[in-house]
């Protein structure tokens, strides 16, 4: 393909679906180990054999090009499986936050309308407990059931492979659920070209190599374990190494274990990580390379300390990765990089105009190749339009571009919090709260954390006369939330402020954010 402004050899991979890619690396590579998962090591043929009767086995269940397959599921082979297979019919895969509950979990699987819902065992009483009424499409179990009256995804591997169906770049490879910021989570329809020019950026601004082995231990949920590690193994004939899930105690073990080469980090992994008692060993780990966001000003001492390079991106499940810190230029300190050829991105006021060098303003991205940003925000057409006005996708974030042109984050202009690499919807947070009985108001704020970029607290106004504790109110959360939206603040009130006309100020709760009457759950732990 030709693009004006952008260097061939960032276009070499583009031209390729995800189906092509994978039979591109089973005819180049065939026996040469593509995934490092679940204790043991599947070569790219094992692996598309696996896809290939699985998609039959989908098949049989009636998923056809452009259906949707939902995936509650934890990181396994079997997970990855699910992605491929989909895609392998032409059909969109639409992984789901393993931490979603109640109504959340419910709104997503309303919004993608599966034609197959796929789900770990021991996530089995969770999905019931939020199907919407009426829903009829099958339910696959991956592990043993306590329900014998699921279909077990073990058998739904057919002797023969499907037909791999032709599509094209632009065709719609994943849903990827986000966090709403005034409402519920939306989801983001993403192309095949989306997670191969992601996975390109990956290649050529991290300097990824054929040799590398790429440790992600995030959800597939997540862009990081898809799009940024599982595809640029496919692309360089690499080795992916997913782990099941984030653990301090583990990491090193486990980097280790797999021979990673590199690896990704994001919210509060690089403190956790600095935050561990000194090792004669900390260097010798085999690492080059670690990427991710934020990386903080104590970021020289880490490398020095665990033998490797850090560098910084910006990007969003909407937006891509458009601004990066290439491996072989210098640090910027406070910089997250520069804009890469692929995407124009401006700092704009709150009428889209760009705002003079160094001043602050909403980061705004356009992407120069088509299907390399977001297509739609799915089944949401007003949302869609709103987030693109006047031709740029709006971020909601708040930064700054200086005169070279790096970038600086500066904080967010939209209502959400992030927590542990996590996108927490205000909203949906609040309305878990208020499904108690004794709560008549709610208020879920952002409030500055020393571990990760921000911890959440709750603002509550008890009916009169109700006397629940603020104890009482965190295991009401525990009951009703995903686990990372579970606030670590509390704070009853007798009234939120609000203006003449009733609408909330959350402002004046975040100048106020710690009160003498802030209840913290770290500092109150259970007897």
């Not at 090792?279 to 000003?297: E, T």
């Not at 124009?344 to 889209?352: G, K």
């Amino acid at each position: 393909m030709e693009q004006v402004g952008v260097p061939t050899d960032r276009l070499r991979f583009l031209d390729l679906t995800l189906n092509a890619a994978l039979e591109r690396a089973v005819q180049a590579w065939p026996d040469r180990t593509f995934l490092r998962i679940d204790g043991s090591e599947v070569s790219f043929g094992q692996f598309a054999s696996s896809v290939g009767r699985l998609g039959a086995g989908l098949a049989a269940l009636g998923v056809s090009r452009g259906d949707r397959v939902c995936v509650f599921m934890k990181n396994s082979l079997a997970c990855e499986h699910t992605w491929f297979a989909t895609n392998h019919l032409g059909a969109i895969w639409a992984p789901i936050n393993t931490d979603f509950r109640g109504t959340g979990l419910r709104s997503v699987i309303e919004i993608a309308q599966p034609k197959v819902l796929i789900t770990d065992a021991d996530l089995v009483s969770e999905l019931a407990n939020a199907l919407p009424d009426g829903f009829e499409a099958p339910i696959i179990v991956h592990g043993e059931s306590p329900d014998e009256g699921f279909r077990r995804l073990e058998d739904c591997y057919a002797s023969e492979e499907a037909r791999m169906e032709t599509i094209g770049v632009h065709d719609s490879s994943a849903l990827l659920f986000t966090s709403g910021t005034t409402g519920r989570s939306k989801a983001a329809l993403l192309s095949h070209r989306y997670f191969v020019s992601q996975a390109s950026i990956a290649v050529v601004d991290f300097g990824l190599r054929e040799d590398d082995v790429l440790y992600c231990p995030f959800p597939l949920f997540h862009a990081d374990a898809t799009a940024l590690t599982t595809v640029p193994a496919l692309l360089l004939g690499c080795v992916a190494a997913i782990g099941r899930r984030f653990s301090a105690s583990r990491f090193w073990s486990e980097v280790r274990e797999t021979k990673a080469t590199v690896f990704d980090f994001m919210g509060a992994t690089l403190s956790i990580l600095r935050k561990a008692d000194p090792r004669p060993d900390d260097s010798r780990n085999g690492v080059r390379l670690a990427w991710g966001v934020p990386v903080p000003d104590w970021a020289p001492e880490f490398e020095s300390r665990f033998g490797l390079q850090i560098i910084e991106v910006y990007g969003s499940v909407e937006a891509n990765v458009p601004v990066v810190q290439r491996f072989d230029q210098p640090r910027i300190v406070g910089s997250c990089g520069r804009v890469i050829p692929e995407f124009e991105l401006i700092a704009a006021d709150d009428h889209d105009q760009e705002v003079p060098r160094g001043e602050v303003g909403e980061l705004l991205v356009r992407p120069k190749i088509p299907y390399t940003t977001m297509t739609e925000y799915f089944g949401m057409p007003q949302a869609t339009v709103t987030a693109g006005r006047n031709f740029w996708l709006h971020s909601g974030d708040l930064g700054r571009i200086d005169a070279d042109g790096n970038v600086y984050f500066v904080g967010r202009k939209k209502e959400a919090i992030r927590r542990r690499g996590e996108n927490i919807s205000a909203f949906e947070v609040e309305e878990g709260i208020l499904q108690h009985p004794e709560i008549v108001e709610c208020a879920v704020i952002g409030v500055p954390s020393d571990l990760t970029e921000e911890d959440v607290k709750a603002c509550v106004v008890l009916r009169p006369g109700a006397s629940l504790t603020e104890r009482e109110i965190l295991e009401h959360c525990q009951r009703v939330l995903g686990r990372f939206q579970v606030p670590r603040y509390i704070e009853i009130m007798e009234a939120l402020p609000k203006t003449p006309t009733g609408k909330l100020e959350k402002y004046r709760l975040q100048e106020e954010a710690f009160t003498p009457r802030t209840w913290d759950r770290e500092a109150n732990p259970p007897h």
